[in-house]
């Protein structure tokens, strides 16, 4: 079983900044792909970004290329996610998610294990 615990999020103004961060705990963090997805209120969830697990590749979605920035620190197993230049006024729930392998995940049936969402709700 794979754990996924966020961090993070809040309320912040459009324009604004915000992180997110997702730890998962146990010792194969270092070979998981990791990734991101938001679901606002009405609308699916939907894939953000992804990260390999060295940290040496990433997809972002189109919405958020150049705005979004995705990292992570292996020692620490930790993903994080920076968000600058937020848009409009919504509120959407920021999950981080794996397949708990090194999967590269676009979707959201291509992931078994899932951050609990609230704690990473980005509001602005």
């Known amino acids: 079983q794979v754990q996924l615990v966020e961090s993070g999020g809040g309320l912040v103004q459009a324009g604004g900044s915000l992180n997110v961060s997702c730890a998962v705990p146990?010792?194969?963090?270092?070979?998981?792909?990791m990734a991101w997805f938001r679901q606002a209120i009405g609308k699916e969830r939907e894939f953000v970004v992804s990260i390999s697990p060295l940290g040496v590749t990433t997809y972002y979605s189109d919405s958020v290329k150049g705005r979004f920035t995705v990292s992570r620190d292996n020692a620490k197993n930790t993903v994080f996610l920076q968000m600058n230049s937020l848009l409009s006024s919504v509120t959407a729930v920021y999950y981080c998610?794996?397949?708990?392998?090194?999967?590269?995940?676009?979707?959201?049936?291509?992931?078994?294990?899932w951050g609990q969402g609230p704690q990473g709700t980005v509001s602005w």
């Open positions: 146990g010792s194969s963090f270092g070979h998981y792909y």
């Open positions: 998610a794996t397949a708990g392998s090194n999967f590269s995940p676009s979707n959201n049936g291509e992931c078994g294990y």
